[in-house]
């Protein structure tokens, strides 16, 4: 700059000065250096941070949606979340109220379940945070938790372990915003007394009554709460056998559990056989039966001769003609007897203001119910009376002319009728020693 100073100068020096030389073109490129300059700045770096600023701006741009994108995110796993818990069911750990206790003694323990009753306070309030409240869905959530079972339940020993299953559906109670857990509960049983076993038919009596086939059966001297059942009760005979088993009065039919929890112990055998004996029978056949028919045959002779047969005769002599039996055919059918007899005489009279005159004429002689011991014998409970016949037979004429008449009959074949005839029932069987 100074030579170029140095030069005008001498210029200016040398020649005339002339207006028209000094021209503006000297000051030009200070106008052009300020053209080139915007804001103060020049114009390469303004376009330099116009650039800049481009740049910047898209990053905000990007940054802007970005943060929207993480906003909605956001937003949406809030939503999700609130969505998740607002439907979660609500979980009921049932182990938390259910209390199981092992009570008796060992063999026959038995489960008590105590359920607390704040469980049904939080079942309501579950009810009521779903907003499913209602006495119907209480009275189903009260029902499922009241009905669970338990196996061997009254058999149990110390050892063994005792589940106590709650039949609950789930499926059932997630319309309603609830879930049962731990719906099976399991303990270990323990602390179960020892029971004691005892005898109970060492010291009863078991006696028969009545007569065979149809005599019955009696229990006496039973243990404090217990008793006796047995079958068959009745239609009895000697030899038959009958079963007593022992009961408990505060147990079902085969239980002892609040027997032996109440008592301390139980039966060693629940049941027992007993074989009849000492029944009288009923002599129900001629051949089988003989002795006896024949002791009673023994009995009717004493009667043939001990009879009244009419004013004007007298008993002589006598023989045995036969026997008719009649018996029960159906043990369980009621007839008026259960056996009936009836022996055959022919009985020989004489007259008695004529002694020459003789007079034979036929009776039977009846009894029912006969009793037998065990050794077939006459029972010595019979009370022996013979019936019969009310029938008269006109035997003659007497010295003053009258009918001379005897109780009986003229032939044995009107005894045997008449026999026959008084044994008649269809319940009955007949049978006979003639041929």
């Known amino acids: 700059m100074e030579n170029n100073e140095n030069n005008v100068n001498n210029t200016t020096e040398n020649q005339t000065p002339v207006e028209t030389s000094v021209e503006t073109p000297v000051e030009t490129p200070v106008e052009t250096q300020e053209q080139t300059m915007l804001n103060d700045q020049p114009i390469d770096s303004t376009i330099n941070n116009v650039s800049s600023n481009s740049g910047s701006n898209s990053k905000l741009i990007k940054g802007l949606i970005i943060g929207i994108v993480a906003f909605v995110a ?29 009570e008796g003694v060992n063999e026959y323990g038995y489960v008590d379940v105590d359920i607390d009753e704040d469980l049904e306070d939080d079942i309501k309030k579950a009810l009521k945070d779903k907003n499913h409240y209602s006495k119907r869905n209480l009275r189903k959530v009260e029902k499922a938790i009241s009905n669970y079972k ?28 609830i879930k049962f857990e731990n719906t099976t509960i399991s303990k270990k049983v323990s602390g179960l007394k020892k029971v004691k076993k005892i005898d109970a038919f060492e010291d009863i009596d078991v006696s028969f009554y009545g007569s065979a086939p149809n005599g019955g059966v009696s229990v006496y001297g039973a243990p404090n709460g217990l008793y006796y059942d047995y079958e068959p009760e009745d239609g009895l005979s000697n030899g038959d056998e009958v079963t007593v088993t022992v ?44 002795d006896a028919v024949e002791d009673l045959k023994s009995e009717a002779e004493k009667s043939v001769k001990e009879a009244y047969y009419g004013w004007d005769v007298e008993y002589e002599s006598s023989e045995y003609q036969g026997v008719y039996l009649s018996t029960r055919k159906d043990a369980d059918t009621y007839t008026w007897y259960t056996d009936r007899i009836a022996y055959i005489y022919k009985v020989n009279l004489k007259d008695d203001s004529d ?76 049978t006979n020693s003639f041929k």
């Open 247 to 290: 009961r408990s009065w505060s147990d079902d039919e085969g239980e002892f559990d609040n027997y032996a929890k109440e008592y301390g112990y139980v039966p060693k055998e629940e049941s027992k056989t007993f074989t009849v004996e000492g029944l009288p029978t009923y002599l129900m056949d001629l051949e089988k039966d003989k």
């Open 150 to 177: 338990v196996k061997n339940d009254g058999e149990l020993s110390n050892g063994d372990t005792v589940n106590v299953v709650f039949k609950i559906n789930n499926d059932v109670f997630k319309e309603m915003g």
């Open 74 to 102: 956001v937003v949406g796993i809030a939503v999700g979340i609130l969505v998740f818990v607002l439907t979660r069911p609500i979980k009921i750990d049932l182990k938390k109220y259910v209390e199981v206790k092992c």
């Open 355 to 430: 002694a020459n005159k003789k007079y034979s004429i036929y009776i039977y002689l009846a009894e029912d119910d006969i009793k037998l011991n065990e050794d077939g014998k006459l029972d010595e409970d019979n009370y022996i009376y013979f019936d019969t016949t009310s029938d008269e037979v006109v035997l003659g004429k007497n010295s003053s002319g009258s009918d001379i008449e005897a109780y009986g009959y003229k032939s044995l074949d009107e005894a045997k009728s008449a026999v026959e005839k008084l044994f008649d029932d269809d319940d009955m069987e007949i």
